[in-house]
């Protein structure tokens, strides 16, 4: 294997996929795998993802594996660190992004680093440290209810400085419009000034792309996924078709959705208003133990030969916590995915060779039920979302192709497009 470029941890699966889509766009060869490899990569990339499900674990764990990750890619020899979170920062009260930055931060040796979540093609922006999702900031937004990781303040200084000992600064936006020599005069200032973190406002790709150079040699970047597509050309790379080329398509078509998302939700019914059938599952009744995984595959045998179908736990925030208030949050977020895993694989063994799943902790849980362990990151379907192709223990050297989406992202007709890019 040649040298790699850059090597990324990414805080949870559908977040890995959306930097990798990123990189693949600017020109990478990019593979993500599912969790530590065990062994060396044995393929020849630009850059590698390492997808955790560390975003809602105890901070301690998602410190322990983040930092097995940095291990086994500096192995690969790895040239630059990304440190990728979700483009709404979200994470519990008690992390993980700032334990998780300082502990990357202390095994590099690394004194300084940048954070922005900023992705301005799905509608998320920083300014003057505060973040904006649409036309609103992130506490007003759909995420202040997030049954996992609700966020009730958008101020990104303050949010991170509650969770990190080193001082956070800021680098605004008038620095950022200035340039490459502006931005990095302004880190200079704020690492003499005893700033270990510094926030970065981008209200617009042009402002990513400015940053970029500026990252360039930095042992640590951390960011969402926008930051990417300004990293590549540091390297010399440029953008290129044959970076997201993946194998031929074909098999049965399904979707499997478990994000409880305002975007995800309108997904769910342009779907069903397109005609396509689609079974809603109860976790009440998974709870009283009732074998809804093998009614919902008796539902979709017969249906799956004429056209995609979708299964899906997706509901408003307040069906989602009056389960939760009847299962507890934990309990009931487990059994969701644990159930939207076992359909997952059940399709599959059916004869599913194209299945989107929706929802960060879902993609994780059902990535995990089919035995992957890596993938080919193909082309973009909207921003932040690509296809992918896998080998999987259930189908043979044809293998899978499959996309990951965050509950966030996607047109309203996002499954039924997905399927057409494939035709």
Avoid at 204 to 228: C, E, H, I, Q
Avoid at 352 to 361: I, N
């Amino acid at each position: 294997m040649g040298a790699l470029l850059l090597g990324c941890i990414a805080d949870d699966f559908t977040g890995a996929t959306d930097l990798a889509n990123n990189l693949v766009r600017a020109g990478m060869r990019v593979v993500q795998t599912i969790g530590v490899p065990s062994g060396p990569l044995g393929t020849e990339v630009d850059a590698v993802v390492v997808a955790l499900k560390s975003r809602t674990m105890p901070p301690a764990q998602a410190v322990t594996e983040s930092l097995a990750a940095l291990t086994w890619l500096q192995a690969q020899g790895a040239q630059q660190i990304y440190f990728k979170y979700c483009s709404t920062f979200d994470s519990t009260a008690r992390g993980n992004i700032g334990p998780v930055t300082e502990a990357l931060m202390d095994a590099l040796k690394t004194s300084f680093t940048i954070a922005t979540p900023a992705f301005p093609d799905n509608q998320r922006t920083v300014f003057k440290g505060y973040l904006f999702v649409g036309n609103v900031l992130l506490s007003e937004s759909s995420m202040q209810n997030h049954p996992l990781t609700p966020m009730a303040d958008a101020n990104l200084v303050r949010v991170l400085q509650s969770q990190t000992k080193r001082r956070v600064g800021l680098i605004d936006h008038k620095v950022v419009a200035r340039g490459v020599a502006a931005v990095r005069e302004r880190m200079a200032q704020l690492q003499a000034e005893g700033v270990g973190v510094a926030i970065v406002d981008a209200v617009s790709n042009d402002d990513l792309l400015r940053l970029g150079p500026a990252l360039k040699g930095m042992p640590l970047v951390t960011a969402g996924s926008g930051v990417a597509i300004g990293l590549p050309a540091n390297f010399g790379i440029t953008p290129s078709d044959q970076a997201s080329r993946l194998p031929a398509v074909g098999g049965l078509q399904a979707v499997v959705s478990g994000s409880c998302s305002l975007a995800t939700n309108r997904q769910v019914l342009d779907f069903m208003k397109q005609g396509h059938p689609a079974l809603a599952i109860d976790p009440l009744r998974i709870a009283s133990g009732v074998d809804v995984v093998a009614e919902v595959l008796a539902w979709a045998r017969p249906l799956l030969a004429h056209r995609p179908v979708l299964v899906y736990s997706t509901a408003d925030s307040g069906d989602v916590k009056a389960v939760q208030g009847r299962l507890g949050v934990e309990e009931a977020g487990a059994m969701v995915e644990a159930t939207l895993a076992a359909v997952a694989r059940g399709l599959v063994q059916l004869g599913v060779r194209q299945l989107v799943v929706a929802g960060g902790e879902t993609s994780g849980a059902c990535v995990q039920a089919l035995g992957i362990t890596q993938m080919q990151i193909g082309p973009q379907i909207d921003p932040g979302v690509p296809w992918c192709h896998a080998q999987s223990d259930l189908v043979s050297q044809e293998g899978l192709h499959l996309t990951l989406k965050s509950g966030n992202f996607g047109a309203d007709d996002f499954f039924t497009k997905a399927f057409t890019m494939l035709a």
